[in-house]
C-alpha cells in the first residue's frame, strides 16, 4: 500500500490492479462475491464455489507479484 502511494496509485488492490493494466480472469469477483462463495462451499459443499474462490485467490498472490514487479520498474 505504501509502495503504491509513493508512485502516486491511490484505492484498493484492484483499483491499483487496472491503474498499472493487471488484468484479472474474473473481474466481477470482489471481497463481498468471495464472502458468497465461501458459505456456498462451507453450507453447500458447493465445489464450484470453492473452484471460483480458489481461483480468485490465486489471482490476488500471482497479480501481488506483478505489482511488485511495476513498483520496482517506477
Known amino acids: 500500500?505504501?509502495?503504491?502511494?509513493?508512485?502516486?496509485?491511490?484505492?484498493?488492490?484492484?483499483?491499483?490492479?487496472?491503474?498499472?493494466?493487471i488484468v484479472r480472469k474474473l473481474p466481477d469477483v470482489n471481497g463481498y462475491e468471495a464472502v458468497r462463495l465461501w458459505w456456498r462451499y462451507a453450507n453447500d459443499a458447493d465445489q464450484d464455489a470453492l473452484r471460483t474462490l480458489l481461483e480468485y485467490n490465486k489471482e490476488d498472490v500471482v497479480n501481488l507479484r506483478a505489482l511488485r514487479l511495476v513498483l520496482q520498474e517506477r
Open 1 to 21: 500500500m505504501y509502495d503504491c502511494w509513493r508512485c502516486g496509485l491511490k484505492g484498493g488492490f484492484k483499483s491499483v490492479e487496472r491503474q498499472v493494466g
